[in-house]
């Protein structure tokens, strides 16, 4: 093997709390968290499933583990990432803020030479305060430079990728391309598979993307048995069901909805594992398990992509179908069972959440989640925190959502136009379209479809008043916003 990547940190020491005072009592749903016990922190993320994937948000693809997971947690039906691609969102996940403030933007790939900053904080670095063992499985994409790799920002494992498993010549948008074409590009490595022991493959290939699944999967239940008697974050952060689409052996024809169904069902089995090894250890009443996608679907992969019906659009847009996800949180006595939550919240406030529930100190700058307990342990009338939640493409921010109420700026996106996808991991070309000012209600317009802007006009103008507040803020087109900090650099 080419082993281009020596740099992942080993055995990195850390000290281990003291053993665990009191098993986690049972409580009232509504009652404050018992911070006498440190909770352990599963995070599953995956990559552009749909809002209408999972069985248990209506999709007809079989996901009983993750269906169980809400029968015994809550679902939230409106939970959304920050920006409909992958890098962006998930800059927004590990550290509570809008990607544009921290620089982040779209997808980074093997040629970018940056990354996230040292001075920003993970939930890694946060959970680090209180001597959480910290892992991370899966696939990266905040800067595939050593500076920038997990093991530097809180985390003491990582097996993964770096970037996303379409940036390889190999991948089906660049198999016209010449090979040299291909390259340039990209650049090289591809698409590494960095380790800790000595796995660093430069051009990964479908057999081993095939894998994946199982792969991040094993290390992160070993990873629970190891770290049993100590507190533990897991982020296992999936590239599936990302193109190009690989499953296993083992889950091969097994859903019967085709390639894309049987994707589906193994990452299902991969919740399966965590949340049984749990379980088996006797962990579940102590820990939080968090599932949910980074972005809506590649639409048009058709076959290939997910659905996000009957949310409009996908991935790359910020209509809903590109940034509300599905989501099911789970920790039993805390969250309760078989419930759903129904207020506007977002991926930036999983961090502020867990330094409420740990007691670990948030940084010192600005950060833009809000701690969102009250709504996951079910208080009565608690409501989302937010007064807005903002919605980015790229540099440009493009919607704001309020209470019930979104509106949409002026801007242009693609879209299929009512067209199907491509077949077999072949895309079609999307269209491009455009919006006004658009207002709709979403409680009673789900799908984005009736326009209300002319009926409510002091509606839409206390939205993009707020919008403009913000565009000055984290910026807007190649205006930089004020509160905007600068994003980690290395020199060409």
């Known amino acids: 093997m080419n082993l281009i990547f020596p740099y992942v940190r080993k055995g990195i020491a850390f000290t281990v ?254 919740v399966g594992q965590v949340i049984n090894t749990l379980d088996s250890l006797g962990l579940s009443e102590n820990t939080l398990v968090i599932f949910t996608s980074d972005n809506g679907p590649w639409l048009n992969y058709g076959d290939h992509a997910g659905v996000a019906s009957p949310l409009r659009e996908g991935k790359g847009t910020t209509w809903d179908g590109g940034v509300r996800e599905p989501c099911v949180m789970k920790w039993p006595g805390m969250i309760p069972a078989g419930t759903e939550c129904n207020e506007p919240v977002m991926t930036i406030d999983i961090l502020p959440t867990i330094s409420y529930l740990t007691e670990a100190q948030l940084p010192d700058h600005k950060i833009d989640g809000l701690n969102i307990w009250s709504l996951m342990a079910g208080e009565k009338d608690a409501v989302s925190p937010h007064d807005a939640l903002y919605f980015y493409w790229l540099h440009d921010l493009h919607a704001v959502r309020s209470g019930d109420w979104k509106m949409h700026f002026p801007h242009k996106y693609r879209t299929m136009a009512g067209r199907e996808g491509g077949h077999d991991g072949m895309p079609e070309k999307y269209s491009q379209d455009s919006t006004t000012y658009e207002l709709y209600n979403l409680s009673e317009d789900i799908g984005e479809m009736n326009d209300l802007a002319q009926e409510y006009p002091e509606k839409l103008n206390e939205l993009k008043e707020l919008g403009e507040q913000m565009m000055i803020e984290l910026g807007h087109g190649r205006v930089k916003g004020t509160g905007v900090r600068e994003v980690g650099r290395v020199d060409e």
């Open 17 to 270: 709390i003291a053993t665990i005072l009191a098993i986690l009592p049972a409580c009232k749903n509504n009652q404050e968290s018992d911070k006498s016990v440190l909770p352990n922190i599963v995070i599953i993320f995956v990559d552009d499933m749909g809002y209408g994937d999972p069985g248990c948000f209506g999709g007809v693809n079989p996901t009983p583990n993750i269906d169980k997971m809400a029968d015994e947690g809550m679902r939230f039906t409106d939970f959304y990432v920050a920006q409909p691609v992958c890098g962006a969102s998930r800059a927004a996940l590990l550290t509570g803020c809008y990607p544009n403030r921290i620089g982040i933007y779209g997808a980074p790939g093997p040629r970018t030479t940056t990354g996230i900053n040292s001075d920003e904080l993970t939930i890694a670095e946060l959970l680090k305060q209180k001597d959480y063992a910290t892992a991370m499985y899966g696939k990266w994409h905040l800067g595939h430079l050593p500076q920038f790799l997990p093991v530097n920002h809180g985390f003491d494992e990582y097996f993964g990728t770096p970037y996303s498993n379409d940036m390889w010549p190999r991948h089906p948008d660049y198999v016209t391309l010449p090979l040299e074409t291909a390259k340039r590009k990209w650049g090289f490595p591809p698409l590494p598979l960095i380790g800790d022991d000595t796995i660093a493959i430069a051009d990964v290939t479908g057999e081993i993307q095939s894998e994946f699944t199982t792969m991040f999967t094993e290390r992160a239940v070993e990873f629970i048995e190891r770290n049993q008697d100590k507190p533990f974050f897991l982020y296992l952060a999936h590239p599936m069901p990302h193109v190009p689409l690989f499953v296993s052996e083992k889950h091969d024809g097994e859903s019967g909805q085709g390639l894309y169904g049987d994707v589906i069902m193994e990452l299902d089995w991969s």
